[in-house]
């Protein structure tokens, strides 16, 4: 048992836990966790370019500020362009579905789906449906307010992330010169390890939301869907939880497409779609944004996965892969440091 406990294992076992613990304390508190993650992502995208700022001479601080004149910048031109065409979409939604137009769409609907599935009465079907959309109304304006009162909080974030942009290398050393000097070569590879995988994978994850996002709006575009741009960012933005985005985002282009149609005749032209564009994504966009990052077995991605949305909900579906990635990547290395410079026994 001695032997254990001096052992590389356990020592890797301590490292690892040491790292993960905290992840999962902060995860309790729902709301600041998820303010410290975004704020951390953040950090880990714009880092390399305040690194790169300060290598030509212009001081830490000027240059976090620049970017945040810039980004803020292209931020509001973009959401100017954007906004207004969204509103608009769910204007007409909203005016869509308004009044007598709600009733002959259900009417409609449910004769189509009665032709198409006998053993389902029309009339029971409407009557179901009338009864549960209250219920799922209410339920949308529940989430809307939380969301809405959540995003208030959100004006943190830049605030957060300024600081741990201008004191992150400071942060650093502070955590390395607390580490025993046999650990240190060991520390400093693992710090440096996880801040590559991490900084790639955040990277990655960006510009595959946008990639998919843009094939989505081209594809609905083509299709004539009159809300082509709306569902595309809502697809774009689903994707971000591995194999269960794509899945969950079909419903709301399905909603749209019964409510422009009137019937079903759109869901093979959209099952095509995700089937399509997820083709893309995982051939040609994922490999090149991610490397070997997400070099994960699909039964791994699903308990993962599940893992994840059994402890925090959505918020766990998205961050159950980098979380994953954190342990593993920590474990990995910490490992080969301890072997390679001969730490232990």
């Not at 990655?204 to 094939?215: C, D």
Request: net charge positive.
């Amino acid at each position: 048992m001695d032997n254990f406990f001096s052992s590389r294992y356990w020592k890797v076992f301590i490292v690892t836990f040491s790292i993960a613990a905290p992840i999962f304390i902060l995860s309790i508190f729902e709301q600041v966790f998820l303010l410290l993650v975004l704020s951390f992502a953040l950090t880990m995208v714009l880092k390399s370019l305040v690194d790169f700022l300060e290598s030509k001479g212009i001081p830490r601080v000027v240059g976090i500020l620049g970017l945040y004149i810039v980004i803020g910048l292209l931020s509001f031109a973009g959401f100017m362009t954007i906004y207004p065409v969204i509103v608009k979409q769910i204007t007409n939604i909203s005016a869509f579905l308004s009044g007598d137009r709600l009733s002959r769409l259900l009417s409609q609907l449910s004769v189509s789906v009665s032709k198409t599935l006998p053993f389902i009465k029309s009339g029971e079907l409407t009557a179901k449906i009338q009864t549960n959309l209250p219920v799922l109304a209410s339920k949308a304006e529940e989430t809307a307010t939380s969301v809405l009162s959540m995003a208030g909080s959100f004006i943190i974030v830049p605030f957060i992330t300024f600081f741990l942009l201008n004191d992150y290398h400071r942060i650093q050393k502070a955590f390395v010169e607390n580490v025993p000097n046999k650990y240190f070569e060991m520390s400093v590879n693992v710090i440096h390890k996880l801040e590559q995988q991490l900084s790639k994978y955040i990277r990655g994850v960006f510009i595959e939301l946008v990639s998919v996002a843009i094939l989505y709006i081209g594809a609905y575009s083509v299709l004539g869907f009159r809300y082509a741009i709306l569902l595309g960012i809502v697809c774009g933005l689903s994707n971000i939880i591995p194999m269960a985005g794509p899945v969950i985002a079909v419903v709301p282009v399905i909603a749209a497409s019964l409510i422009q149609f009137g019937d079903f005749r759109m869901l093979l032209p959209i099952a095509l779609t995700t089937f399509v564009v997820q083709q893309i994504d995982q051939m040609f966009i994922q490999p090149n944004v991610y490397g070997k990052i997400l070099d994960m077995h699909p039964l791994t991605i699903v308990l993962t996965i599940l893992i994840g949305s059994k402890l925090l909900g959505i918020v766990g579906m998205v961050l159950a892969i980098p979380i994953y990635t954190i342990i593993k990547v920590t474990a990995r290395e910490t490992n080969w440091g301890l072997k390679n410079y001969r730490i232990t026994r």
